[in-house]
């Protein structure tokens, strides 16, 4: 089947937030836990939902660790926060060849609004988003990304494409049976991301959008 529809993860792929996580996790763990973990711990589970996060980090202490994450992060959002350039013009461009986009997030609807506070040409060139609050299973459970084709018409699995930074987006891709694209600029290095075997690995969105448009125009075979 051709492409029809491309959903997004937000974090790492849409937004640059990686600082943004990383300044608000090394704050709630130094503030809660009193230990300074390395950087790529407090960021390995980027991409799943921060309550799930804080629970790998410290069960007992969870609650505590998610509380002050939030209001850090709230309160530096704008400190840190980083628009990747040309993202919106790359969406308009998928837009303008008939796809529908949508983004697929772990992330809570309030922190979603602050982010399109920020860079509200973001919001218009998304038709539909899917937010932490939507679904009971998250990723790299498939449902969010279900629940994300429901929302732009029931398109089927086999229409669709899935772009994401994280591990966790291409497993919940290939869960759902749509395409996975991963990018390789969010918070997780090339091999980790090759490792999870996504049908397309690509360095900038221009590369994402010129095979997502391939796609739509006849739908063929993944390489990485």
């Given at each position: 089947?051709?492409?029809?529809?491309?959903?997004?993860?937000?974090?790492?792929?849409?937004?640059?937030?990686?600082?943004?996580?990383?300044?608000?996790?090394?704050?709630?763990?130094?503030?809660?836990?009193?230990?300074?973990?390395?950087?790529?711990?407090?960021?390995?589970?980027?991409?799943?939902?921060?309550?799930?996060?804080?629970?790998?980090?410290?069960?007992?202490?969870?609650?505590?660790?998610?509380?002050?994450?939030?209001?850090?992060?709230?309160k530096h959002h704008n400190d840190f926060i980083k628009e990747?350039?040309?993202?919106?013009?790359?969406?308009?461009?998928?837009?303008?060849?008939?796809?529908?986009?949508?983004?697929?997030?772990?992330?809570?609807?309030?922190?979603?609004?602050?982010?399109?506070?920020?860079?509200?040409?973001?919001?218009?060139?998304?038709?539909?988003?899917?937010?932490?609050?939507?679904?009971?299973?998250?990723?790299?459970?498939?449902?969010?990304?279900?629940?994300?084709?429901?929302?732009?018409?029931?398109?089927?699995?086999?229409?669709?494409?899935?772009?994401?930074?994280?591990?966790?987006?291409?497993?919940?891709?290939r869960a759902a049976g749509v395409v996975s694209v991963g990018v390789s600029w969010g918070a997780f290095?090339?091999?980790?991301?090759?490792?999870?075997?996504?049908?397309?690995?690509?360095?900038?969105?221009?590369?994402?959008?010129?095979?997502?448009?391939?796609?739509?125009?006849?739908?063929?075979?993944?390489?990485?």
């Amino acid at each position: 089947m051709t492409l029809r529809v491309v959903l997004f993860d937000f974090d790492g792929t849409l937004v640059d937030t990686t600082e943004l996580i990383y300044q608000s996790m090394r704050h709630a763990t130094r503030s809660v836990l009193g230990r300074e973990l390395s950087r790529e711990t407090l960021l390995a589970g980027v991409g799943r939902p921060l309550p799930q996060q804080m629970e790998v980090l410290d069960a007992e202490h969870a609650e505590e660790l998610l509380e002050t994450y939030r209001h850090h992060n709230e309160k530096h959002h704008n400190d840190f926060i980083k628009e990747f350039p040309g993202v919106e013009k790359t969406l308009a461009r998928l837009q303008h060849a008939g796809l529908e986009v949508g983004v697929v997030t772990s992330k809570r609807r309030p922190s979603v609004r602050m982010a399109l506070d920020s860079f509200p040409g973001l919001g218009e060139v998304t038709d539909r988003f899917v937010t932490m609050e939507d679904t009971t299973e998250h990723k790299p459970h498939p449902e969010p990304l279900l629940a994300g084709l429901r929302r732009l018409g029931g398109v089927s699995p086999e229409e669709a494409a899935y772009v994401g930074d994280s591990p966790y987006d291409i497993e919940a891709a290939r869960a759902a049976g749509v395409v996975s694209v991963g990018v390789s600029w969010g918070a997780f290095p090339e091999d980790a991301l090759r490792a999870a075997g996504p049908d397309y690995l690509v360095p900038d969105l221009d590369a994402a959008a010129d095979i997502l448009l391939e796609l739509a125009a006849d739908q063929g075979g993944g390489t990485s």
